[in-house]
């Protein structure tokens, strides 16, 4: 008997469709697996033999022959179980025989259990782009596949209930659509309301977040830094809803979605340890997962200390800052994953941290500092649009009884200027002032004529490079969307070159 079903593969971000082909022959007891399936395909042999005694049903005496079309593309992971299982209980005439608008996903258990598998939603998004009408997935998933409308999604925890329902004699209930609401308030989260002093720094900080700028603060221990960096995101813009999809896939297929909470609604922010290593910043492994690059996708990456993290592991960051995706090559396929991201670096001017500062002596020689700062490489720098000296605060600014302003007035002006940035850029596949590519950059960022005037000045006294020069077009182009300028003012551009650093104490 020859039967037919579907289910999809994954790789990286990839999903792409097997149909599952079962035939049963006369013989010895054999169970034969083809179509480049990896070692723990190849181990869903026992888990589909017992799941199949464990309702009761013996297994085919004869030869059972399993094949994953198309067979030239190598499969992994344990998701193909229950599309096994069910095609070997149609060969057996146990279930229909045709079941075209169906697919199965879902890893069984010894005892008929299935299993939550990783990548559901990006499966069941290819599953409606080919056309299938139902899918059937693990209980555990189905919350997150629910959330991909226009298809049948059926959760099951058992093979016996899913018999049961092919069957036809106790039917389960689609899920219904799920998408939760995205919370318009910051309860719960940091405030800029805590952050004494650093006006400099929170206006920097402001200025990044209306253009999606990368930052890097530089300062002495215990100036606020990483204060100010941890409530960033409380001032960025609220997701969109394909904002939340994107970034809510990312973490399905890293296996990282709660099951409670199956989307994303809340731009990531992403601080690894400066000991990580190049595959966990970036992804890798011999079948490809996102690194915290990719993890911060549509949200921040905060590396914290970053002349203490490996200088080759910081310099693989370089294309993907550009690009905005990870390409990730093995010799089973290249996977590619989106990194979209606010990119917020902080440091310390020195191994002792104080060269600069007022409050301490620093004890460090010449040679010690600029070999720390080196650990930084000059294009490695370029590529942050603003450079800000955080000092630490005076007294006064410490004790000073007067509050501080809020996350949320500051977001409300940062929304603003997003806003007008969508405006302007809506139908062109970028939607902030850092994402402007180079053909467009004098399109978008036009000048007064005085302004000009001032650019050049500034751009021949400090001996810019062209990159350079572009990034600070586009964060001039930021100030005037906050100040609400049609044109770059003077204004906007001298506060453009002021945040990019040229006269930072500690970078000279």
Not at 5 to 28: D, K, Q, Y
Not at 71 to 77: D, L
Not at 184 to 194: E, R, V
Not at 436 to 450: A, G, Q, R, S, V
């Amino acid at each position: 008997m020859f039967a037919v079903t579907n289910s999809v593969g994954m790789f990286g971000m990839n999903a792409f469709p097997v149909t599952v082909e079962a035939e049963l022959f006369r013989g010895s007891p054999q169970f034969d697996l083809s179509g480049l399936p990896d070692a723990g395909i190849k181990e869903s042999r026992d888990r589909v033999r017992s799941a199949t005694s464990s309702i009761g049903i013996k297994f085919p005496k004869g030869k059972v022959l399993i094949n994953l079309a198309p067979a030239n593309v190598k499969k992994s992971g344990s998701s193909f179980d229950l599309a096994i299982f069910v095609a070997l209980m149609q060969a057996m005439d146990i279930l229909p025989l045709r079941m075209p608008d169906c697919v199965f996903i879902g890893e069984l258990g010894l005892h008929g259990t299935i299993r939550g598998v990783r990548g559901i939603m990006t499966m069941v998004m290819l599953a409606r782009k080919n056309g299938f009408r139902e899918i059937y997935v693990p209980l555990e998933n189905v919350r997150e596949a629910s959330v991909i409308d226009n298809i049948r999604v059926y959760g099951v925890d058992t093979v016996d209930r899913l018999m049961q329902h092919l069957l036809d004699q106790s039917v389960i209930p689609p899920a219904p659509h799920y998408m939760p609401e995205i919370p318009s308030t910051l309860a719960g989260l940091l405030d800029f309301k805590d952050v004494r002093g650093q006006f400099k720094a929170r206006s920097g900080i402001e200025l990044a977040a209306a253009g999606g700028h990368n930052l890097l603060l530089v300062g002495s221990p215990g100036s606020g830094k990483s204060m100010l960096a941890n409530r960033l995101p409380t001032i960025l813009p609220q997701m969109t809803h394909e904002e939340i999809l994107e970034t809510s896939n990312v973490y399905s297929v890293a296996g990282l979605l709660p099951p409670e909470q199956p989307l994303i609604v809340q731009r990531p922010f992403r601080a690894p340890h400066h000991t990580i290593s190049s595959a966990g910043l970036v992804g890798g492994g011999s079948i490809p997962v996102p690194g915290e690059i990719s993890l911060a996708h549509n949200g921040v990456l905060f590396l914290d200390e970053m002349a203490e993290f490996n200088r080759a592991t910081l310099e693989i960051l370089r294309q993907p800052l550009e690009n905005r995706k990870v390409s990730i090559s093995r010799v089973s396929g290249t996977a590619e994953y989106p990194c979209n991201i606010m990119l917020v670096g902080a440091m310390n001017p020195c191994p002792c941290g104080y060269y600069g500062s007022t409050q301490k002596q620093c004890t460090c020689t010449q040679k010690q500092i600029k070999n720390y700062i080196s650990r930084i490489s000059g294009p490695l720098l370029e590529r942050f649009d603003m450079h800000i000296d955080v000092d630490p605060i005076s007294y006064d600014e410490f004790a000073s009884k007067e509050q501080p302003e809020s996350s949320v007035s500051i977001r409300e002006r940062v929304n603003l200027a997003r806003k007008r940035q969508e405006e302007r850029y809506k139908g062109l596949g970028f939607y902030c002032n850092s994402m402007i590519p180079d053909n467009l950059l004098n399109e978008f960022c036009k000048m007064t004529p005085e302004a000009e005037n001032l650019f050049s000045k500034m751009y021949i006294h400090y001996k810019m490079s062209a990159r350079t020069g572009a990034r600070i077009k586009k964060v001039a182009r930021s100030a005037a969307d906050l100040h609400g300028n049609e044109l770059i003012t003077n204004q906007d551009i001298s506060m453009a070159v002021q945040f990019r650093g040229f006269d930072s104490k500690y970078l000279q």
